[in-house]
Every structure is written in C-alpha cells, then in structure tokens.
C-alpha cells in the first residue's frame, strides 16, 4: 500500500478575515510535514484579502495543497461526514464564517465542512480575526465553542520574544498544528520562568 493511500485528511479553509499568510504559512508547513492530504477551500473574499495581504492569487495557493474545492461545490466530498477527515481548520476565520458555524448556517463549503466536521466530533479550529469584538461577536464564539469547536484566535505570546513578523506567524501555526493534535517540534512552550 502506497504512502498516500493511508494519509489521514485535514481540511483548510480560508476565509475573508485579515491574515491570509497564515493559512498560507500553515499549507506550507503541512507540505513539508507531508502527513496528511489536505483538502483546501478559499472563499471568495480570501481570494482577494490573500491578494491585498500577500500578492499571492488563489491558484498559487491552490497548489501547496493536494485537493482544492470551489467554497460553491456543495456536493464535494468534505460534504459530507461519510468523508473521514482528521478534522478542518479554518485560518483565518472572518466574523460572518463564525457566524455561519455557530448557527449551522451551511451556505458554502467553508460553512458546510466546518458544520459536518462538528457533527462528526472531529476537531475544528477557527481562527477568529477581528479586534475590538462587541457583544453579539462574543456570543457567536461562545456558541461554537459549546458546539465543540476551538476559537484559537491569532494573538501572540510575547514571552516567546518574536523578532520578526514571520515569528509571530510561525508561532500562530505552531499552536493550530498543537491543536489539531500535530507534534511540532518548532512551537516554544513555556517551560517555567
Ligand atoms: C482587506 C480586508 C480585510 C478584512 N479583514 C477582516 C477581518 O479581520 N475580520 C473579519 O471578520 N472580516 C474582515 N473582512 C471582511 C470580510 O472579508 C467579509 O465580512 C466577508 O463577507 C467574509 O466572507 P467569508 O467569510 O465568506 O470569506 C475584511 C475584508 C477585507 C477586504
């Protein structure tokens, strides 16, 4: 049996929200890991934050994973929970993608994956961007997270004393790859003071 047929399967979603080199960041990391098949959705306003953020267009993207899916395509596999996955990541999250998976609303494929990937009571991290947060935002978190998802939003960890932008990226792609259970070696952890 070859390699990749026993490849367990991540789904990475990015949508709208600021901070596109981080799911761009975590698909490169996941390729040179090489241990699982990821299954890739970018929403149409990722397509442009991407551009605006990093130059990159979506087929660039497209090609750091093994599958990609138009957020249109409601019949792909990641449709449904027949299709076992390790789980989905959503990086970066916008308000109103967090607002569909709080509220089941399976509009698109981001929506609809995120939702089956609950049901299933596989993990699900989204990474959440958007600062200050009022009330209501608060509430959509707090309901996915009863709903079992992790709101891992992209904040970070002075005591590790990042020097450089790509620091704190790294570091934000080292906690969603602990999240989703992943062993990395590069992530600082506090070890005491
Ligand atoms: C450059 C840019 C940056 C944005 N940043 C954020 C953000 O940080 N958080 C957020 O929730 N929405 C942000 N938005 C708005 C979302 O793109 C918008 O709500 C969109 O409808 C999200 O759709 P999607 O979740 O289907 O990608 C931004 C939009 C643009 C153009």
């Known amino acids: 049996m070859t390699r990749r047929a026993t490849r367990e399967r991540l789904v990475v979603a990015l949508t709208g929200a600021s901070g596109a080199v981080l799911g761009v960041r975590l698909l490169e990391r996941l390729r040179e890991r090489g241990e699982v098949e990821t299954h890739l959705v970018v929403s149409r306003n990722a397509e442009r934050v991407l551009r605006v953020e990093t130059g990159w267009t979506a087929a660039r993207l497209r090609r750091l994973a093994d599958h990609a ?58 990474v959440v961007r958007e600062t200050p947060l009022h009330l209501g935002q608060l509430r959509q978190m707090v309901l996915a997270a009863e709903a079992g998802a992790t709101i891992l939003p992209p904040v970070p960890a002075f005591y590790a004393r990042p020097r450089s932008v790509a620091d704190l990226v790294d570091q934000t792609v080292g906690r969603i790859l602990d999240a989703l259970g992943f062993d990395d070696p590069r992530l600082r952890r506090w070890r005491g003071g």
């Open 69 to 126: 899916w138009s957020p249109d395509a409601l019949d792909a596999p990641l449709a449904s929970g027949s299709f076992r996955t390790r789980g989905m990541v959503v990086v970066p999250c916008s308000i109103k993608t967090l607002s569909a998976v709080a509220n089941c609303f399976s509009a698109d494929l981001v929506a609809r994956a995120a939702d089956v990937t609950l049901k299933q009571r596989r993990p699900l991290v989204l």
